[in-house]
């Protein structure tokens, strides 16, 4: 039941930015922290951001060095990636995925990913 849609990825130039939506149902979406993740073939997956659904805290991986913001829309159940001034070394395919109650806490949900491609 539980359904986890990232959308929004595509082609754009460095420098360029993407709004990524991560469309999130069948379960209550206050009670779960929704993060974005991305991974390249062949390299480690890594954590972009995370937002709380109970009180909207935010978290951020240092290394996006606030090129990344993460926001959310808890009428519609969604949870947006604004990406800008994007790098090469940004392309990946993009997953949002969620955890109960704490962003601290290791992931549960996992959706299909979204690919970004930036080109040089």
């Known amino acids: 039941d539980v359904q986890l849609q990232a959308s929004g990825g595509g082609l754009v130039q460095a420098g360029g930015s993407l709004r990524l939506s991560c469309a999130a149902s069948?379960?209550?979406?206050?009670?779960?922290?929704i993060g974005w993740f991305r991974q390249v073939p062949g390299k480690e997956r890594e954590g972009v951001s995370c937002?709380?659904?109970?009180?909207?805290?935010?978290y951020y991986t240092d290394s996006m060095k606030g090129r990344f913001t993460i926001s959310s829309d808890n009428a519609k159940n969604t949870v947006y990636l604004q990406a800008n001034s994007l790098k090469p070394e940004d392309t990946a395919v993009y997953y949002c995925?969620?955890?109960?109650?704490?962003?601290?806490?290791?992931?549960?949900?996992w959706g299909k990913g979204t690919l970004v491609t930036v080109s040089s």
């Open positions: 937002i709380s659904g109970s009180d909207g805290s935010t």
């Open positions: 995925a969620a955890a109960m109650g704490s962003c601290l806490r290791s992931m549960e949900y």
């Open positions: 069948g379960f209550t979406f206050d009670d779960y922290a």
